[in-house]
């Protein structure tokens, strides 16, 4: 299993790779298609091993945690709440993943006996 260390490293590593992106955007949108072509592929790659590394499920309709978090919640800026609900209890818990160390707690301290529903 990837460390926290390694983890949070990577992820940042891509959240200033795509502010990068971002400017290369504003400078020159003629390659814009290109770029994001490339970098797509890479960075799937690179959640696509993170998930491996973990062992994580991938959610339908949803891809996995990372993905949605990275994309869908800004890199956690925006709507960063997942609610689990036990399977055996009906009970449910709300984690707030605005920050990636607790994007990583969260994935290690995953129960497969949750059902997730991402907000």
Known sequence: MIKKENFCR???TIHQYHDSLEDVREVMPGLQE???D???DLLSE???FLDSELNLPIIEHI???ISWWLWECNFG???PDVTMKDRDTGKETTFHLDTVEKLYDYLVKYEVN???HND
């Open 10 to 12: 990577l992820i940042n």
């Open 34 to 36: 290109d770029i994001m």
């Open 38 to 40: 490339l970098t797509g």
């Open 46 to 48: 690179i959640v696509v």
């Open 63 to 65: 891809g996995s945690t």
């Open 77 to 79: 800026k925006d709507h």
């Open 114 to 116: 949750f059902e997730v």
